[in-house]
């Protein structure tokens, strides 16, 4: 079971809280790796959090990569745990490659995260209620399978360049009226 994040390792993404949660997680006998994508000024902090939870065996401090795709393939979930975010396109791209999202509610998270439906909302700065969502998909393979089928979904129906394409062609419409913004 590979959980994975892919962000900044700053103050407000809360990597703090993910690892308390993920130590949790594996005191609760789960069989899992956490894999941190990304780099920021908290790198130290966090990979020496992570030796102080004990948990240098399940999680991977991978830095920056320009090879997204392939990391997030090797996901089972992806993991956001911000304390503040807008609409992150970490997690667009993330529901692209078909993978259920855990994250916490904040921001413009639940446009992106239905819950029950292509992933789990929890609230910010809470490593129990993190906790709870990451066991429930590690003990719950088809339900992960489904929620990531529904997370390419919407990712494919909500922000496909045809889509965006459309989107911006009605704002044009809208503001030019009846004038032909086709050509």
């Known amino acids: 079971m590979v959980f994975g994040v892919v962000g900044r390792l700053e103050p407000e993404k809360d990597h703090r809280t993910l690892l308390q949660a993920f130590r949790a997680l594996i005191d609760h006998r789960q069989a899992a790796r956490l894999l941190i994508i990304g780099d920021g000024s908290l790198r130290g902090e966090l990979e020496s959090c992570s030796r102080t939870l004990g948990l240098e065996r399940n999680v991977t401090f991978l830095g920056a990569r320009t090879d997204i795709p392939e990391v997030l393939a090797a996901l089972d979930v992806f993991v956001l745990s911000s304390v503040h975010e807008g609409v992150p396109l970490s997690v667009v791209e993330a529901m692209g490659a078909g993978k ?3 994250a916490t509610d904040v921001g413009g ?14 609230p910010p700065a809470d490593p129990a209620a993190l906790e709870a969502a990451l066991r429930e998909l590690s003990v ?8 990531g089928v529904r997370s390419r979904q919407i990712a494919s129906d909500s922000f496909s360049v045809s889509t965006m394409i459309n989107r911006y062609q009605e704002i044009y419409e809208s503001v030019l009226g009846d004038r032909d913004v086709r050509n």
């Open 140 to 147: 719950n393979p088809t339900l992960r399978q489904e929620m």
């Open 109 to 122: 998270l639940r446009l992106l995260v239905k819950p029950s439906i292509n992933g789990l909302l929890v």
């Open 100 to 102: 259920p999202v855990i």
